[in-house]
């Protein structure tokens, strides 16, 4: 191996790197956008996005129970653990 090939391996390895690091945002959001969202409503058919749900009377909805409750239709709370405290 003659040391051109080293630099010019070395050197593109430097640029992918370069490339990966500048859109690392661009693929955090990505992996962001694959999370369920936080909604707290039951029987939500988790279609939103997380970070973009709403807070209306204290409950967070997603945009699309958002939309239902606009609506009229009931909102019923999913209740974790009983809606009892164990502590
Ligand atoms: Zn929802």
């Not at 051109?4 to 945002?25: C, D, M, T």
């Not at 707290?40 to 970070?51: I, M, Q, T, Y």
Request: proline share 3%; with cysteine; aromatic share 8%.
């Amino acid at each position: 191996m003659t040391p051109a090939f080293w630099a010019i391996l070395i050197l593109s390895i430097a640029i992918v790197v370069g490339i990966i690091w500048r859109h690392r945002y661009i693929f955090l959001e990505e992996l962001w956008s694959k999370l369920p969202d936080e909604c707290e409503v039951e029987g939500c058919e988790r279609k939103g996005v997380r970070g973009n749900e709403n807070i209306v009377k204290g409950i967070i909805m997603c945009d699309y129970c958002n939309s239902k409750a606009m609506k009229g239709h009931p909102i019923k709370l999913k209740r974790k653990n009983n809606g009892t405290r164990t502590e």
